[in-house]
């Protein structure tokens, strides 16, 4: 049976993103039913029976986080949304605001209503000029139509919604860096705890989930904690820990292939069946080499993994740090792997915020020692020193404040553990290529 898409269902229908299509499309159904028919602890319980979890990168079980706000709080509460999307590959909040805006802003005020937050903030990549338009049409019309501001249905809820545009950085995406950055300040990560559902913007419950995540949220209330769970992954027997991968997930496939797009599937695709049927196969009849399975911190499989499940566990048993945004970036055979890692070190140089020692130096080095592979200086030791610093900086070492250092970290211990031969033979070969300027070093 084919997989109806969801969270695409109104991709491409004529002027969805006005309230009264949206409406004769069953949008605010599920928003009804949420205020009228149930308590805000109801509609935690089915978020959390559906075993949906954050799509935004760590995977945290969504209703879950949502328990974690003190009870019986006086308020303010907040609500950010996270629509930064700075992961590198990832494109699939900017499609849920540009192509069904109502769909977020629905899972947004359910999502509210259920955490008692009197404001919510969407937090927009600052670039995204097109989508962060069409939000703002989106929410003016659910004011003027009472979905949004005082006595919602008649039911003592209120809300307000701000679109608040983001501030150019990578780091604005880490929740606590967001929320600097709402609160006007550099976007630099705190040190936590205290978590945000305890202190977060402006010092008071904060909850932070992305686009992806609350949009899920409107389709569990409107279908059923069940229906969710039909679709999907279930837990790993053989894995204690693992909350099983529910529901569908948008997909993003870019680079080296003849369709590069954004499909939605339910979790557990493999990156095969992604890139050859999805992604129309690998360009010019060309093999694949390699990939980036989900956004560029996640680091890399190679061909032969490339039956590995996008679930919450498949990257990880291939030696990922996790399933991330599901942002897939195919290398076709021609690629040289040393040179995305070279992209990869001055990126992540760059985007780091500076804060943490490990971080800040460690992502230099990394792009110093990167940089002299280039340009034919590279020593067979600089493998081991570059996984010695790969291994050493991070939140899993216990090292950094924020994972951005993980993220610069499992490119690099993939890249040479897995291609490790191609990394000899391009120092042995002491090859000279023109590199640009260094960048990213502070
Ligand atoms: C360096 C860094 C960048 C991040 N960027 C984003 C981002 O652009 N969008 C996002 O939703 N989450 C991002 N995250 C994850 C957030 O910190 C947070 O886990 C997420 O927004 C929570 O939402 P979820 O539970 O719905 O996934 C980033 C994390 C790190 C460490
Ligand atoms: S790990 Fe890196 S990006 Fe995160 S707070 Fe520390 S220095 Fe900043």
């Given at each position: 049976?084919?997989?109806?898409?969801?969270?695409?269902?109104?991709?491409?229908?004529?002027d969805?993103?006005?309230?009264?299509?949206y409406?004769?499309?069953?949008g605010y159904?599920a928003?009804?039913?949420?205020?009228q028919?149930?308590?805000?602890?109801q509609?935690?319980?089915?978020?959390?029976?559906?075993?949906?979890?954050?799509?935004?990168?760590?995977?945290?079980?969504?209703?879950?986080?949502?328990?974690?706000?003190?009870?019986?709080h006086?308020?303010?509460?907040?609500f950010?949304?996270?629509?930064?999307?700075?992961?590198?590959?990832?494109?699939?909040?900017?499609?849920?605001?540009e192509?069904?805006?109502?769909q977020?802003?629905?899972?947004?005020?359910?999502?509210?209503?259920?955490?008692?937050?009197?404001?919510?903030?969407?937090?927009?990549?600052y670039?995204?000029?097109?989508a962060?338009?069409?939000?703002?049409?989106a929410?003016?019309e659910?004011?003027?139509?009472?979905?949004?501001?005082h006595?919602?249905?008649?039911?003592?809820?209120?809300?307000?919604?701000y679109?608040?545009?983001?501030?150019?950085?990578?780091?604005?995406?880490?929740?606590?860096?967001?929320?600097?950055?709402?609160?006007?300040?550099?976007?630099?990560?705190?040190?936590?705890?205290?978590?945000?559902?305890?202190?977060?913007?402006?010092?008071?419950?904060?909850?932070?989930?992305?686009?992806?995540?609350?949009?899920?949220?409107?389709?569990?209330?409107?279908?059923?904690?069940?229906w969710?769970?039909?679709?999907?992954?279930?837990?790993?027997?053989?894995?204690?820990?693992?909350?099983?991968?529910?529901?569908?997930?948008?997909?993003?496939?870019?680079?080296?292939v003849?369709?590069?797009?954004?499909?939605?599937?339910?979790?557990?695709?493999t990156?095969?069946?992604?890139?050859?049927?999805?992604?129309?196969?690998v360009?010019?009849?060309?093999?694949?080499?390699?990939?980036?399975?989900?956004?560029?911190?996640?680091?890399?499989?190679t061909e032969?993994?490339?039956?590995?499940?996008?679930?919450?566990?498949?990257p990880?048993k291939?030696?990922c740090?996790?399933?991330g945004?599901a942002?897939v970036i195919?290398?076709?055979?021609?690629?040289?792997?040393?040179d995305v890692?070279?992209?990869?070190?001055?990126?992540?140089?760059?985007?780091s915020?500076?804060?943490?020692?490990?971080?800040?130096?460690?992502?230099?080095?990394?792009?110093?020692?990167?940089?002299?592979f280039?340009?034919?200086?590279?020593?067979?030791?600089?493998?081991?020193?570059?996984?010695?610093?790969?291994?050493?900086i991070?939140?899993?070492?216990?090292?950094?404040?924020c994972?951005?250092?993980?993220?610069?970290?499992?490119?690099?211990?993939?890249a040479?553990?897995?291609?490790?031969?191609?990394?000899?033979?391009?120092?042995?070969r002491?090859?000279?290529?023109?590199?640009?300027?260094?960048?990213?070093?502070?």
């Amino acid at each position: 049976m084919t997989f109806q898409p969801v969270l695409l269902a109104n991709v491409g229908i004529r002027d969805v993103q006005k309230l009264d299509v949206y409406k004769d499309r069953g949008g605010y159904r599920a928003l009804t039913k949420a205020v009228q028919e149930m308590t805000p602890e109801q509609v935690i319980e089915v978020v959390k029976d559906s075993g949906l979890r954050g799509r935004g990168g760590a995977g945290f079980p969504c209703g879950v986080k949502w328990t974690f706000l003190p009870k019986n709080h006086p308020g303010p509460i907040y609500f950010c949304v996270n629509a930064d999307e700075s992961e590198p590959g990832t494109f699939n909040n900017r499609i849920l605001m540009e192509e069904d805006p109502h769909q977020v802003l629905e899972g947004i005020i359910i999502s509210c209503y259920a955490t008692r937050a009197w404001k919510a903030y969407i937090y927009i990549r600052y670039e995204f000029g097109r989508a962060f338009r069409t939000m703002q049409k989106a929410i003016d019309e659910a004011y003027a139509n009472g979905l949004l501001g005082h006595n919602i249905f008649g039911h003592g809820f209120n809300l307000d919604v701000y679109l608040h545009r983001g501030a150019g950085a990578y780091i604005c995406g880490e929740e606590t860096g967001l929320i600097e950055s709402l609160e006007g300040k550099r976007a630099w990560p705190r040190i936590k705890p205290p978590f945000p559902a305890v202190e977060g913007a402006f010092r008071k419950p904060t909850v932070v989930n992305n686009i992806e995540t609350v949009a899920c949220v409107t389709h569990i209330i409107d279908r059923g904690a069940a229906w969710f769970k039909s679709m999907g992954v279930p837990p790993d027997p053989k894995n204690p820990r693992d909350l099983g991968s529910y529901g569908p997930k948008l997909y993003c496939i870019s680079g080296h292939v003849n369709k590069p797009g954004c499909v939605e599937l339910p979790l557990g695709v493999t990156v095969r069946e992604l890139v050859d049927h999805h992604g129309g196969g690998v360009w010019k009849g060309r093999k694949a080499k390699a990939c980036i399975p989900g956004g560029l911190s996640m680091g890399f499989l190679t061909e032969k993994e490339f039956d590995t499940p996008l679930d919450f566990n498949g990257p990880v048993k291939a030696g990922c740090l996790g399933l991330g945004t599901a942002a897939v970036i195919v290398f076709d055979e021609s690629t040289s792997i040393v040179d995305v890692l070279y992209n990869t070190c001055r990126f992540f140089a760059h985007e780091s915020c500076g804060q943490c020692t490990p971080c800040r130096e460690g992502t230099g080095w990394m792009l110093k020692i990167m940089d002299r592979f280039r340009r034919g200086k590279g020593r067979l030791e600089d493998l081991d020193i570059l996984m010695e610093v790969a291994n050493s900086i991070g939140i899993i070492p216990g090292t950094t404040i924020c994972g951005l250092a993980d993220g610069a970290a499992w490119p690099m211990k993939n890249a040479i553990t897995k291609f490790r031969s191609e990394f000899e033979e391009y120092i042995k070969r002491g090859q000279k290529l023109e590199a640009p300027a260094l960048v990213g070093a502070h």
